[in-house]
């Protein structure tokens, strides 16, 4: 549902009851061991806890865009540091 400026009104956060702003945010997703990020995702972001909600119809189109390999092919690359945790008790 749209507010009166025509953005849409997410409501309060469902789990702090904070107010909830829209903002373009990068999403992660595990896919088959492999990790994937989308940048500009426009989603609510709560701004008391953080929390992160999107729309139906931007679920449904990340959805597509993870789901087709033609677009994985087409993506930008990032190459991060993978650390393996070693609990040493002294």
Same mark, same amino acid.
């Given at each position: 549902?749209?507010?009166?400026?025509?953005?849409?009104?997410?409501? +309060?956060?469902?789990?702090?009851?904070?107010?909830?702003? @829209?903002? =373009? &945010?990068?999403?992660?997703?595990?896919? +088959?061991?492999?990790?994937?990020? &989308?940048?500009?995702?426009?989603?609510?972001?709560?701004?008391?806890?953080? @929390? +992160?909600?999107?729309?139906?119809?931007?679920?449904?189109?990340?959805?597509?865009?993870?789901?087709?390999?033609?677009? =994985?092919? +087409?993506?930008?690359?990032?190459?991060?540091?993978?650390?393996?945790?070693? @609990?040493?008790?002294?």
């Amino acid at each position: 549902m749209k507010d009166a400026k025509g953005r849409y009104d997410y409501g +309060k956060c469902h789990v702090c009851a904070g107010s909830v702003t @829209e903002r =373009l &945010i990068k999403q992660e997703f595990w896919v +088959k061991d492999r990790l994937l990020v &989308i940048e500009g995702v426009p989603a609510g972001v709560c701004t008391r806890c953080g @929390e +992160k909600v999107v729309r139906a119809g931007v679920g449904q189109q990340l959805a597509r865009l993870v789901g087709h390999s033609s677009s =994985l092919r +087409k993506a930008r690359t990032l190459t991060v540091p993978v650390f393996r945790f070693a @609990e040493r008790i002294a």
